[in-house]
């Protein structure tokens, strides 16, 4: 799968071994069947060369009309209506007061900085993380291989997987797995998800279990691009490795850092599987106190349990706009980046 | 990608003690939750109510993968997610490298306009299209059917984009060009060179679309709400919604719904990690 | 070298379609396979003339596993019945809604949860078959509560009771020994007769010499849950108003339930969850509210350690927990066949015999009368007659109004405020507030 570039050069020039037009033009000039023959034949070329592009489209953008755009925007309509799960096609115009009451909804704004918490504590040491593990796995090591795979297995297991793992591990009594050890260190036993900062501790731990090895692989990649001779002549000036680290790693991978934190924002953003299965009986509160309940899984209740998908919408859309404040902070730090370098 | 392999030198030093330490111990974090699923699975759920914890495999693992293989229906969501994710997969890599390659190489009017409206919505988070998806769903009578968590999954714009960037690249435009010269059909040009070009992409796209697929949890809990066709993520968001209130097998279930991937880690440990890392640089 | 890669490519590419056309295939025709409604060969002009009819069903139903179907089915040569079986109603009722909602997806007899059915007669009644009228329902068979959850205001009768819950109270004989309390089934009764604040004595009694390690009660929110019960008005009024915020009975439950949890009386554990079947395991608590098919629950999770350890008594103030009701989509092929079933799925005879296989109690009164339920058994509980115990709680049963959200109002009630009191120690004023705060927001449209 690596030698990807002399594979695409070989195998390119595969083609030509019967479609001999150029050289039946000098041949064929003056027979009037050839003639035909390579008239249809260029029409038909032509008619090719014009439709061929559309043709090559059409089966995604089928799709993704289908799927995608227009539920987007059918989401957008449905925002502004009160619509019930049992009755989805009888709708009634209600403006834009899904939204306006969303302005004055404690259970939302108590699910976005929910969201926001859980997103720091997941991101940020999950990111921080993974930059180490890269640093280490860029040094020539035994069974680097080794490293490289077993830390990715957490990637392979799914949300719901992993979730309930960690619920079992979390466990309120001191036979739970993580208060067993904390026992063992003097600790007492700690009832992970019926308080808050706990609860959105074991929640993000999940987040930072399953992704910490996938981001640390992408550093790695980003690393192994950094030019030698910078760390050469670092070297020469008598930087020590965590100087090198420091001024030589950090700063050329400043482009792949700000793209995994926009992919780790959005995921944050969009959190949802963890939440729902961590509390008991998969209840889509998030907790007793709500505790732990994010945006997606408040936008889950309104739909599917408290059955209102018109302002389940808005939330959605919500969600979106979010998003893209995100995308707009995102693109004007990477402008000043780029500016400042 | 082509200069992968220049800088694939990167950094000559060794690593000491220390980062050996830190690694396996990071490495251990990283494995220890799936083999204590294992373990956990290979005891009965009064064991895992004493403390301490259990360290070592108990004797009921067979028992309990037959319980969560039927009762919990993992049988049938293996198979299901199977057919679901392997779909998903080839109509992703399929699609994707078509128009891929249109938006790569080929002129046709409103390329501009109609990559962005890709790139615009790469990043939309699928919230917010489950309500319409989940009424179109019960409106053409789909819930509870495999086709429901099939087609809204079948095509993805990054797949489009990424396929679209990488050939960019990989595909040089003379060898297009040299081959329309030679008279070939826009068919044998896909055939014989944008395939052989795209492979490397294609597989990486395979894979990660695969995964995706295969731990999809948002939309198929919605759509598959009835549980007769799960999905294992959702037979297995129906074991945390206390189906069956015995955690070991619950874990029982855990462990066979990651199973799969697992395995292909094993195989193709290389590959996959080669794979993620140059998507990450394309990406 | 060539001609391979080629020969390879083509492979893998052709198998890449197969896969993607076998796949969409199946979709397609899993689909025109269900799409119709009334299920699949219908009466349509097959030859052989036989109708198969389909019954929707959530959970360990036990019509299939008494053998009703297949009695059935010899009693009508021409009728083949198929089960569709969903585990959890969270996941079944949605999904009926929107299926009933569409006229597709569905079978020839719904089952529907009592949490659901008022959502039923007062929104969807118009999709459902009648089945008053249908030959062979006898309504003075039925107690009459159930008789008329199933019915609208206008005195059309879309679904035809099952089963009951009529709860009693299980209780671990030899703790209640160890503690100093009665351990015979009627002076256990007399302990707590009539009046739950007595049954919260009993806890303190219990607390006072209780053996180590264990609670009087598994949860605050299953006490909560018995006594809402058991009150005259729940969460509507008879007139289908909202009244939960100011029902007694409600308050009444909320309080003791706060009380429990704030005395140290409860084990802390939310019901159906891996945790409380530990417990039946470890016998960490004494008691626990009891309808009928919590016996055979028990029985399953204690095993043989706790074999001749439980009885049950009978509770404070009987009151409902679960049972459930058949239906007929008017979508439905075949709606006669369908309704004919019904009828006899819950007439009184066959009600008895799923009490006998399956522990569910029958909503027949017509049935009490029956050996099947007149001396009944259970070995496991010290050979307590429960058709006798029970049968006594059905006929104490008070006729509570229900609502469309009943189930939704309950959950959160738990959830997002009992819970709170037993294990976080929330005050209960507070949560109670909070509580509202959510049932509220839920109920906004």
Same mark, same amino acid.
């Given at each position: 799968?690596?030698?990807?570039?002399?594979?695409?050069?070989?195998?390119?020039?595969?083609?030509?071994?019967?479609?001999?037009?150029?050289?039946?033009?000098?041949?064929?000039?003056?027979?009037?069947?050839?003639?035909?023959?390579?008239?249809?034949?260029?029409?038909?070329?032509?008619?090719?060369?014009?439709?061929?592009?559309?043709?090559?489209?059409?089966?995604?953008?089928?799709?993704?009309?289908?799927?995608?755009?227009?539920?987007?925007?059918?989401?957008?309509?449905?925002?502004?209506?009160?619509?019930?799960?049992?009755?989805?096609?009888?709708?009634?115009?209600?403006?834009?007061?899904?939204?306006?009451?969303?302005?004055?909804?404690?259970?939302?704004?108590?699910?976005?900085?929910?969201?926001?918490?859980?997103?720091?504590?997941?991101?940020?040491?999950?990111?921080?993380?993974?930059?180490?593990?890269?640093?280490?796995?860029?040094?020539?090591?035994?069974?680097?291989?080794?490293?490289?795979?077993?830390?990715?297995?957490?990637?392979?297991?799914?949300?719901?997987?992993?979730?309930?793992?960690?619920?079992?591990?979390?466990?309120?009594?001191?036979?739970?797995?993580?208060?067993?050890?904390?026992?063992?260190?003097?600790?007492?036993?700690?009832?992970?998800?019926?308080?808050?900062?706990?609860?959105?501790?074991?929640?993000?731990?999940?987040?930072?279990?399953?992704?910490?090895?996938?981001?640390?692989?992408?550093?790695?990649?980003?690393?192994?691009?950094?030019?030698?001779?910078?760390?050469?002549?670092?070297?020469?000036?008598?930087?020590?490795?965590?100087?090198?680290?420091?001024?030589?790693?950090?700063?050329?991978?400043?482009?792949?850092?700000?793209?995994?934190?926009?992919?780790?924002?959005?995921?944050?953003?969009?959190?949802?599987?963890?939440?729902?299965?961590?509390?008991?009986?998969?209840?889509?509160?998030?907790?007793?106190?709500?505790?732990?309940?994010?945006?997606?899984?408040?936008?889950?209740?309104?739909?599917?349990?408290?059955?209102?998908?018109?302002?389940?919408?808005?939330?959605?859309?919500?969600?979106?706009?979010?998003?893209?404040?995100?995308?707009?902070?995102?693109?004007?730090?990477?402008?000043?980046?780029?500016?400042?370098? | 990608?082509?200069?992968?392999?220049?800088?694939?030198?990167?950094?000559?030093?060794?690593?000491?003690?220390?980062?050996?330490?830190?690694?396996?111990?990071?490495?251990?974090?990283?494995?220890?939750?799936?083999?204590?699923?294992?373990?956990?699975?290979?005891?009965?759920?009064?064991?895992?109510?004493?403390?301490?914890?259990?360290?070592?495999?108990?004797?009921?693992?067979?028992?309990?993968?037959?319980?969560?293989?039927?009762?919990?229906?993992?049988?049938?969501?293996?198979?299901?997610?199977?057919?679901?994710?392997?779909?998903?997969?080839?109509?992703?890599?399929?699609?994707?490298?078509?128009?891929?390659?249109?938006?790569?190489?080929?002129?046709?009017?409103?390329?501009?306009?109609?990559?962005?409206?890709?790139?615009?919505?790469?990043?939309?988070?699928?919230?917010?299209?489950?309500?319409? @998806?989940?009424?179109? $769903?019960? +409106?053409?009578?789909?819930? /509870?059917?495999?086709? #429901?968590?099939? *087609?809204?999954?079948? &095509?993805?714009?990054?797949?489009?984009?990424?396929?679209?960037?990488?050939?960019?690249?990989? @595909?040089?435009?003379? $060898?297009? +060009?040299?081959?329309?010269? /030679?008279?070939?059909? #826009?068919?044998? *040009?896909?055939?014989? &060179?944008?395939?052989?070009?795209?492979?490397?992409?294609?597989?990486?796209?395979?894979?990660?679309?695969?995964?995706?697929?295969?731990?999809?949890?948002?939309?198929?809990?919605?759509?598959?709400?009835?549980?007769?066709?799960?999905?294992?993520?959702?037979?297995?968001?129906?074991?945390?919604?206390?189906?069956?209130?015995?955690?070991?097998?619950?874990?029982?279930?855990?462990?066979?719904?990651?199973?799969?991937?697992?395995?292909?880690?094993?195989?193709?440990?290389?590959?996959?990690?080669?794979?993620?890392?140059?998507g990450a640089v394309k990406g | 070298m060539r001609y391979r890669t080629r020969t390879s490519r083509t492979a893998v590419v052709l198998a890449a379609v197969t896969t993607l056309a076998a796949g969409l295939l199946a979709g397609c025709a899993e689909d025109s396979d269900e799409d119709e409604p009334g299920g699949s060969s219908g009466g349509g002009g097959g030859g052989k003339g036989k109708t198969t009819l389909t019954v929707g069903v959530f959970g360990a139903f036990g019509l299939q596993e008494a053998g009703l179907y297949d009695e059935y089915e010899k009693l009508n040569p021409d009728i083949n019945i198929k089960q569709n079986s969903v585990q959890r109603n969270e996941n079944y009722w949605p999904a009926l809604l929107t299926h009933l909602s569409s006229g597709s997806g569905l079978s020839d007899v719904q089952a529907v949860e009592v949490g659901n059915i008022a959502e039923l007669t007062g929104t969807h009644a118009s999709k459902l078959v009648d089945l008053g009228k249908t030959s062979g329902?006898?309504?003075?068979?039925?107690?009459?509560?159930?008789?008329?959850?199933?019915?609208?205001?206008?005195?059309?009768?879309?679904?035809?009771?099952?089963?009951?819950?009529?709860?009693?109270?299980?209780?671990?004989?030899?703790?209640?020994?160890?503690?100093?309390?009665?351990?015979?089934?009627?002076?256990?009764?007399?302990?707590?007769?009539?009046?739950?604040?007595?049954?919260?004595?009993?806890?303190?009694?219990?607390?006072?010499?209780?053996?180590?390690?264990?609670?009087?009660?598994?949860?605050?929110?299953?006490?909560?849950?018995?006594?809402?019960?058991?009150?005259?008005?729940?969460?509507?009024?008879?007139?289908?108003?909202?009244?939960?915020?100011?029902?007694?009975?409600?308050?009444?439950?909320?309080?003791?339930?706060?009380?429990?949890?704030?005395?140290?009386?409860?084990?802390?554990?939310?019901?159906?969850?891996?945790?409380?079947?530990?417990?039946?395991?470890?016998?960490?608590?004494?008691?626990?509210?009891?309808?009928?098919?919590?016996?055979?629950?028990?029985?399953?999770?204690?095993?043989?350690?706790?074999?001749?350890?439980?009885?049950?008594?009978?509770?404070?103030?009987?009151?409902?927990?679960?049972?459930?009701?058949?239906?007929?989509?008017?979508?439905?092929?075949?709606?006669?066949?369908?309704?004919?079933?019904?009828?006899?799925?819950?007439?009184?005879?066959?009600?008895?015999?799923?009490?006998?296989?399956?522990?569910?109690?029958?909503?027949?009164?017509?049935?009490?009368?029956?050996?099947?339920?007149?001396?009944?058994?259970?070995?496991?509980?010290?050979?307590?007659?429960?058709?006798?115990?029970?049968?006594?709680?059905?006929?104490?049963?008070?006729?509570?109004?229900?609502?469309?959200?009943?189930?939704?109002?309950?959950?959160?009630?738990?959830?997002?405020?009992?819970?709170?009191?037993?294990?976080?120690?929330?005050?209960?004023?507070?949560?109670?507030?909070?509580?509202?705060?959510?049932?509220?927001?839920?109920?906004?449209?």
């Amino acid at each position: 799968m690596t030698d990807i570039p002399s594979d695409t050069r070989t195998a390119a020039p595969s083609t030509g071994e019967e479609g001999a037009a150029p050289r039946a033009r000098a041949v064929a000039a003056l027979d009037p069947a050839a003639e035909r023959r390579r008239a249809r034949r260029s029409r038909r070329y032509r008619w090719d060369m014009k439709w061929s592009p559309y043709a090559l489209i059409a089966p995604f953008f089928l799709f993704f009309i289908a799927f995608g755009l227009f539920p987007l925007l059918y989401t957008g309509w449905a925002s502004l209506h009160r619509v019930e799960l049992g009755t989805p096609t009888d709708m009634e115009w209600v403006g834009l007061r899904n939204f306006s009451r969303l302005l004055e909804d404690d259970f939302f704004w108590n699910a976005l900085r929910n969201t926001f918490t859980i997103g720091i504590i997941s991101t940020v040491p999950q990111l921080v993380m993974a930059l180490g593990i890269a640093h280490l796995l860029h040094y020539r090591l035994r069974g680097s291989m080794f490293f490289r795979v077993a830390i990715l297995t957490p990637y392979a297991t799914s949300v719901a997987a992993a979730t309930l793992v960690f619920v079992l591990m979390f466990s309120r009594t001191d036979h739970g797995m993580i208060n067993w050890a904390l026992g063992l260190i003097g600790v007492d036993a700690v009832d992970w998800q019926n308080g808050d900062w706990t609860a959105q501790f074991a929640v993000s731990s999940i987040v930072i279990w399953r992704w910490t090895g996938y981001n640390a692989l992408i550093y790695l990649a980003a690393m192994q691009a950094i030019p030698n001779d910078l760390y050469e002549s670092a070297a020469l000036d008598g930087a020590s490795r965590w100087q090198q680290f420091r001024h030589v790693t950090i700063p050329s991978l400043r482009p792949t850092i700000l793209f995994t934190c926009v992919v780790s924002t959005i995921g944050a953003t969009q959190l949802f599987g963890e939440p729902l299965l961590f509390s008991q009986g998969a209840s889509p509160t998030g907790g007793s106190d709500h505790q732990f309940q994010t945006l997606g899984l408040y936008l889950y209740e309104q739909g599917w349990f408290n059955q209102h998908l018109g302002r389940s919408s808005a939330i959605a859309w919500t969600m979106f706009l979010i998003l893209v404040l995100i995308g707009l902070v995102n693109w004007a730090i990477s402008r000043w980046i780029r500016r400042s370098a | 990608m082509a200069s992968l392999k220049k800088r694939g030198a990167g950094r000559q030093l060794h690593g000491g003690k220390v980062a050996y330490a830190v690694l396996i111990l990071f490495t251990i974090g990283s494995l220890f939750p799936l083999v204590w699923t294992a373990i956990a699975a290979s005891r009965n759920n009064t064991r895992l109510a004493e403390t301490p914890p259990p360290f070592w495999f108990g004797g009921n693992l067979f028992k309990n993968l037959e319980i969560a293989w039927t009762d919990a229906n993992m049988g049938t969501a293996l198979i299901n997610t199977l057919v679901v994710a392997g779909t998903i997969t080839v109509g992703t890599v399929l699609f994707s490298t078509l128009a891929g390659f249109a938006f790569a190489k080929l002129r046709f009017r409103f390329r501009g306009l109609l990559l962005l409206l890709v790139i615009g919505t790469m990043m939309v988070p699928p919230q917010l299209s489950v309500v319409p @998806l989940f009424m179109m $769903v019960a +409106e053409f009578g789909w819930t /509870d059917q495999l086709q #429901s968590v099939i *087609l809204p999954t079948l &095509v993805s714009a990054f797949g489009v984009f990424f396929m679209r960037q990488y050939l960019i690249e990989a @595909l040089p435009t003379e $060898v297009i +060009e040299a081959a329309r010269v /030679d008279g070939a059909s #826009s068919l044998r *040009l896909i055939w014989h &060179v944008v395939f052989p070009a795209a492979r490397p992409a294609m597989a990486v796209l395979g894979m990660l679309t695969f995964v995706m697929a295969w731990n999809d949890f948002f939309w198929p809990i919605i759509a598959l709400t009835q549980g007769g066709e799960p999905t294992v993520q959702v037979a297995l968001a129906g074991l945390g919604r206390g189906q069956i209130p015995d955690q070991s097998v619950i874990m029982a279930g855990a462990l066979l719904g990651t199973l799969p991937l697992l395995i292909a880690f094993v195989l193709f440990g290389k590959q996959i990690v080669g794979g993620i890392m140059q998507g990450a640089v394309k990406g | 070298m060539r001609y391979r890669t080629r020969t390879s490519r083509t492979a893998v590419v052709l198998a890449a379609v197969t896969t993607l056309a076998a796949g969409l295939l199946a979709g397609c025709a899993e689909d025109s396979d269900e799409d119709e409604p009334g299920g699949s060969s219908g009466g349509g002009g097959g030859g052989k003339g036989k109708t198969t009819l389909t019954v929707g069903v959530f959970g360990a139903f036990g019509l299939q596993e008494a053998g009703l179907y297949d009695e059935y089915e010899k009693l009508n040569p021409d009728i083949n019945i198929k089960q569709n079986s969903v585990q959890r109603n969270e996941n079944y009722w949605p999904a009926l809604l929107t299926h009933l909602s569409s006229g597709s997806g569905l079978s020839d007899v719904q089952a529907v949860e009592v949490g659901n059915i008022a959502e039923l007669t007062g929104t969807h009644a118009s999709k459902l078959v009648d089945l008053g009228k249908t030959s062979g329902v006898d309504k003075n068979a039925y107690l009459d509560w159930k008789w008329q959850q199933g019915t609208t205001d206008d005195g059309k009768t879309i679904g035809l009771g099952t089963d009951i819950g009529p709860t009693g109270i299980c209780y671990r004989k030899d703790l209640f020994k160890k503690a100093g309390l009665p351990t015979d089934r009627e002076a256990v009764g007399k302990l707590w007769a009539g009046d739950w604040s007595k049954y919260l004595d009993a806890g303190k009694r219990y607390q006072k010499k209780a053996p180590k390690g264990t609670a009087f009660v598994d949860g605050a929110t299953g006490v909560m849950a018995a006594v809402h019960a058991s009150g005259k008005e729940k969460f509507y009024d008879a007139e289908g108003e909202l009244i939960y915020q100011d029902s007694a009975g409600v308050q009444e439950g909320w309080d003791l339930a706060a009380q429990f949890a704030e005395a140290g009386l409860t084990a802390k554990l939310q019901q159906f969850q891996p945790s409380w079947d530990q417990a039946f395991s470890n016998g960490s608590f004494a008691t626990v509210t009891c309808p009928p098919w919590m016996l055979g629950y028990i029985k399953d999770k204690a095993g043989d350690k706790g074999e001749d350890q439980w009885d049950v008594a009978a509770a404070p103030k009987p009151g409902n927990w679960g049972g459930s009701f058949l239906t007929v989509p008017e979508a439905g092929k075949n709606k006669e066949e369908a309704a004919k079933l019904v009828a006899w799925l819950t007439a009184p005879k066959q009600q008895a015999k799923l009490f006998d296989k399956r522990a569910s109690f029958p909503s027949a009164e017509a049935a009490y009368g029956l050996p099947e339920v007149k001396d009944a058994k259970n070995p496991y509980f010290g050979d307590a007659p429960v058709g006798q115990v029970f049968a006594k709680a059905a006929e104490g049963v008070p006729v509570q109004p229900i609502g469309p959200k009943d189930g939704i109002i309950s959950q959160y009630l738990a959830d997002t405020g009992m819970l709170g009191v037993d294990q976080k120690g929330t005050s209960p004023d507070k949560a109670w507030d909070k509580a509202v705060k959510t049932i509220d927001n839920a109920l906004d449209q």
